[in-house]
């Protein structure tokens, strides 16, 4: 594939208590949105409970946004 240095920036507002959650396609292939958010796991869980659901690698990265 062709390496880029140029960077995407997107900006958004966030509610409180609002979740961020970065992962690799092993855990989106077995989980929707709905399914990561709902249960307010850590990443950790997130890839412990699907380890054995799926046999591509899962990375995933759990932020809990605060605001002012």
Same mark, same amino acid.
């Given at each position: 594939? *062709? ?6 920036? +997107? ?6 208590? /609002?979740? &961020? @959650? *970065? /992962?690799?396609?092993? &855990? ?9 958010? @709902? ?7 997130? @890839?412990?409970?699907?380890? +054995? /659901? *799926?046999?591509?690698?899962?990375? /995933?990265?759990? @932020?809990? &946004?605060? +605001?002012?």
């Amino acid at each position: 594939g *062709v390496i880029s240095r140029e960077v995407d920036v +997107t900006s958004v507002n966030v509610k409180k208590g /609002a979740r &961020l @959650v *970065v /992962a690799s396609d092993g &855990l989106w292939d077995i989980m929707s949105n709905a399914d990561v958010f @709902v249960n307010h796991e850590s990443a950790q869980q997130l @890839v412990d409970r699907r380890r +054995t /659901a *799926v046999e591509d690698n899962i990375t /995933a990265i759990v @932020v809990d &946004l605060k +605001t002012k």
